[in-house]
């Protein structure tokens, strides 16, 4: 039966094309989890070689003897006690030596 404004379809068509949709959509949704299983999988790989990497270069940042010569900068433009007294016994061992 067919009427002006819109072709008739039976109700048992309509049920298969339903049918045949949501197949369609959990096949697609079946791929996309392999894939984005792969894809995760793959993430996870890549952020455990950056932390194994970070880890590194902190590690080598720490140790480096520029790391270290850097640190007693550091110190020695906070005016460390250390330094102080580098100074103080520099200018007592320079007024020693001229008498």
């Known amino acids: ?4 404004y819109e072709t008739y379809r039976p109700a048992h068509e309509i049920l298969m094309e339903y049918y045949w949709y949501c197949d369609h959509r959990s096949l697609i949704e079946d791929e996309w989890k392999e894939e984005d299983d792969t894809y995760k999988k793959h993430c996870d790989k890549l952020y455990e070689e950056y932390e194994k990497a970070h880890a590194q270069e902190k590690h080598l940042a720490e ?5 270290r010569v850097a640190k007693r900068l550091d110190e020695i433009q906070k005016g460390s006690k250390d330094f ?6 520099t200018a007592l061992l320079k007024k020693i030596r001229k008498t």
Do not use: P, R
Not at 1 to 4: A, F, I, K, S, Y
Not at 84 to 89: M, P
């Open 1 to 4: 039966m067919q009427t002006v």
């Open 63 to 67: 140790t480096s003897k520029s790391a």
């Open 84 to 89: 102080e007294e580098a100074i103080d016994s």
